[in-house]
Each structure stands twice: as structure tokens, then as C-alpha cells.
């Protein structure tokens, strides 16, 4: 999943990336910072390569807002 916080303020921005750091530690995933509020969470059976987090550090998903 990505987590675009690019909207949000600092403070609930940390909150919901605090939130989502303790969903992902439960299911055994992993959390990684994109770009400064993109974040990428993701489960432990998948796994991301360098190139498709680069296509998402350019801009490359899909916003649903």
C-alpha cells in the first residue's frame, strides 16, 4: 500500500505513520520512506524492487482522492 501524506500536517502526519508502523510490525512487513510523506507498506511474502520503488518515488501511483 502507499501512504501519501503530502497533505496532512507534521503531527498528524507522525501519528498515522506511527499507526501504520505498528500494523505493518504485527503482520511481520516492512515500511519504507518513498519520498519525504510517501510511504510504502507492504506484507512480509511481498517483496518490492529498487525499480518499482523508484516508479513510485517519481510520482507513478495511482491517487484515489
Known amino acids: 500500500m502507499i501512504m501519501n ?12 505513520v506511527d499507526f ?4 505493518v510490525f504485527g503482520l511481520h512487513g516492512s515500511i519504507e520512506r518513498v519520498t519525504q510523506k510517501v ?6 511474502n511481498v517483496d518490492v524492487t529498487a525499480e518499482d520503488k523508484a516508479r513510485i518515488a517519481e510520482g507513478g501511483f495511482f491517487n484515489q482522492s
Request: glycine fraction near 4%.
Open 5 to 16: 501524506l503530502t497533505e496532512m500536517d507534521d503531527t498528524d502526519a507522525k501519528r498515522l
Open 20 to 23: 501504520a508502523a505498528g500494523l
Open 39 to 44: 510511504f510504502l507498506l507492504s506484507p512480509a
